[in-house]
Nanobody, 127 residues
């Protein structure tokens, strides 16, 4: 079992930055592939970013490339999502996800590929 706890959400203005954190417990972080997803009201949960076990491989949805950065500190069992130049369309509940499955490319980008989820943290960007 893996437990995930997100933090760092909040209300910001367009153009501001936020850093989300996801603390993992129950398993050594270096054995877990992790990702960030988000869900806006009335919409499906969507992939935002993913990072491989060592942190060497990452992937992003197109709309956040160049603005968001995913990273991990395995010594602290924590994954981060640095979000810069935030836009109103980034408003959503952000979820941290983890899986112990192995990926040949190093990460996963689909909701069903993740087995463990945090409770979510609200990010609201005003225009």
């Amino acid at each position: 079992q893996v437990q995930l706890v997100e933090s760092g959400g909040g209300l910001v203005q367009a153009g501001d930055s936020l850093r989300l954190s996801c603390a993992a417990s129950g398993r050594t972080c270096s054995t877990i592939t992790m990702g960030w997803f988000r869900q806006a009201p009335g919409k499906e949960r969507e992939f935002v970013a993913a990072i491989g076990r060592s942190g060497a491989s990452t992937d992003y949805r197109d709309s956040v490339k160049g603005r968001f950065t995913i990273s991990r500190d395995n010594a602290k069992n924590t994954v981060y999502l640095q979000m810069n130049s935030l836009k109103p369309e980034d408003t959503a509940v952000y979820y941290c996800a983890a899986t112990t499955r192995y990926s040949f490319i190093g990460y996963f980008t689909k909701v069903p590929e993740y087995d463990y989820w945090g409770q979510g943290t609200q990010v609201t960007v005003s225009s």
